[in-house]
């Protein structure tokens, strides 16, 4: 079953602008993860958020949680065109990464 | 570089076949994993490995059958595939396997069923 599913499906933006990309999940967690993945490649961590925090940055990242809604945001600012990419959040369960169909994200020079 | 490595990169194979992936990781992780990618789809997760013991099954064919010889090797071992089967395959790696941590994936094999 899928745990983490995203939202756009695709998103294109013009370098500089911001992107934000949302999750929605099922069940309880205790953490939720964003992950970016380049065409072809494996995915690369980004971030970690536990379920007691609401709000985390890590350079132009900046992730939020809202428990109650079950759902995350990802926001990334000042957008490069390295950026461009599909974004993958995970909501782990017990023993599993659930993972979605991502965000493509495309940020045009 | 993400401390796991899969090989091949790449795989062509007959439905006849018997092939198999390889995957690897030096960061003394406990868990391993194998997911399987198609276009459009979700992220499937296929086996779940916890210190070499196999913890999940997500309802994946026989002609796919995993091997977790030490916890730094998990192998995926293939034979009479369908062209369905195309896709690309990665492995994970995390340090238990209770979502407390991050993963770190490999950068899969793309593998092509002809």
Known sequence: SQQGEE???????????NATMNCSYKTSINNLQWYRQNSGRGLVHLILIRSNEREKHSGRLRVTLDTSKKSSSLLITASRAADTASYFCAAPTGNQFYFGTGTSLTVIP | ETGVTQTPRHLVMGMT???SLKCEQHLGHNAMY???????????LMFVYNFKEQTENNSVPSRFSPECPNSSHLFLHLHTLQPEDSALYLCASSQGAWGNTEAFFGQGTRLTVV
């Open chain 1, 7 to 17: 939202d756009p499906q695709a998103l294109s933006i013009q370098e500089g602008e």
């Open chain 2, 17 to 19: 076949n018997k092939k």
């Open chain 2, 34 to 44: 194998w997911y399987k990618q198609s276009a459009k789809k979700p992220l499937e």
